[in-house]
């Protein structure tokens, strides 16, 4: 498919794998790839993925293989003046994940008060996919709200629930389950998953025929 350009933004959720394996796709598959981390997300990366960086000084560009590094373009996210920041730049995507709630709240009310809740605005402003895959529970009504709103504003409000109706062994099958529902969003072909199809009978006969209790 023809190379695009996507804004990946990682917040402070739990769950950045769900990020890092998206921006792993992405730049595997030939597309460019602009990447901002929010503070938090850089501790939650440190401590979840035992990450080698430093909090102090991240270099985002060393969690991926350096074949990988050439559609990539690391941010910081007070780059204001990034690519990502203006609706000329015509990205195809932006996709908030992990979404933390803070951020969440604060694109659901239009703070733009650095570059990752710019480029969500942007997005919506400028009728493009913004894609929030939310990682938190349970949910609060103020949660809710904040989601209901950014649906309504015309993003995809995608939370990071896996699947396990195709019988995952490996925590790896789980994120490519997410990552693969956001890649369907976003227009992007990929094997991740396995597509649902009528399950074949059993000898004891199927559950799924019509008319069996
Ligand atoms: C290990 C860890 C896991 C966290 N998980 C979540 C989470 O799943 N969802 C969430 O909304 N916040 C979570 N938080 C809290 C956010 O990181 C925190 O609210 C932060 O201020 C969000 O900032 P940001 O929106 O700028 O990324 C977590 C924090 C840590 C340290």
């Known amino acids: 498919m023809t190379p695009r ?8 959720g739990s769950g950045v794998a769900y990020g890092v394996r998206l921006c792993e796709v992405l730049l595997g598959g030939g597309h460019t790839v602009h990447l901002c981390a929010t503070a938090a997300a850089i501790r939650v990366l440190v401590h979840e993925a035992a990450a080698a960086i430093d909090p102090e ?24 003046e990034a690519t990502p920041a203006s609706g000329s730049a015509r990205l195809h995507a932006t996709i908030l994940v992990p979404c933390s709630m ?11 008060s650095n570059l990752i809740e710019r480029a969500a605005d942007v997005a919506l402003k400028e009728g493009r996919p913004l894609v929030v895959v939310p990682r938190e529970t349970p949910l609060s009504v103020v949660h809710l709200e904040n989601m209901l709103k950014l649906a309504r504003a015309g993003a995809i409000v995608l939370p990071a629930m896996p699947g396990f109706y195709h019988r995952p062994q490996a925590v790896a099958e789980l994120v490519d389950f997410v990552v693969g529902k956001i890649l369907d969003r976003i227009g992007v072909d990929h094997a991740l998953l396995p ?19």
């Open 5 to 12: 350009s996507f804004a990946i933004c990682f917040c402070g």
């Open 57 to 80: 000084s991240p270099d985002l560009r060393t969690l991926f293989p350096a074949p990988l590094r050439a559609g990539l373009h690391v941010h910081a996210r007070d780059a204001v």
């Open 102 to 112: 803070g951020t969440l709240a604060r694109v659901a009310h239009g703070f733009s």
């Open 195 to 213: 597509r649902w199809q009528t399950p074949p009978p059993t000898a004891a006969g199927s559950p799924w025929d019509e008319g069996e209790a």
